[in-house]
Nanobody
């Protein structure tokens, strides 16, 4: 499955961005676990937010209260609304998908669980 991210950019601290992940030909209403990882320079890829087939969402502690993951099945598009951004949110954001109805608990999600990835979209937050 090809995933294509968009929506990254440069913002000042406190600003907002909305990332999108489109999957042409992939039915978002089918069984899946989808979500977002991010990777800062010289750091490991880390979990951000995930959504299950039934709409149940899971967030990393760093994203809770600031980020919202959602999906539009009709448009086959996944979103990540990011508010109150700070410099620690800077990094490359990747969309990922796994043919699983459920997502494992945040903290246990490994990149290897996902078999489809986007190319990434850069988010830079300046203070």
């Amino acid at each position: 499955v090809q995933l294509v991210e968009s929506g990254g950019g440069s913002v000042q601290a406190g600003g907002s961005l909305r990332l999108s992940c489109a999957a042409p030909g992939y039915h978002y209403s089918s069984k899946y676990c989808m979500g977002w990882f991010r990777q800062a320079p010289e750091k490991e890829r880390e979990e951000v937010a995930f959504i299950e087939s039934d709409g149940w969402t899971r967030y990393a502690d760093s994203a809770k209260g600031r980020f919202t993951i959602s999906k539009d099945n009709a448009k086959n598009t996944l979103y990540l609304q990011m508010n109150s951004l700070n410099s620690e949110d800077t990094g490359m954001y990747y969309c990922a998908a796994s043919p699983s109805f459920y997502c494992p608990a945040v903290g246990t999600l490994k990149p290897t669980f996902f078999n489809s990835w986007g190319q990434g979209t850069q988010v830079t937050v300046s203070s």
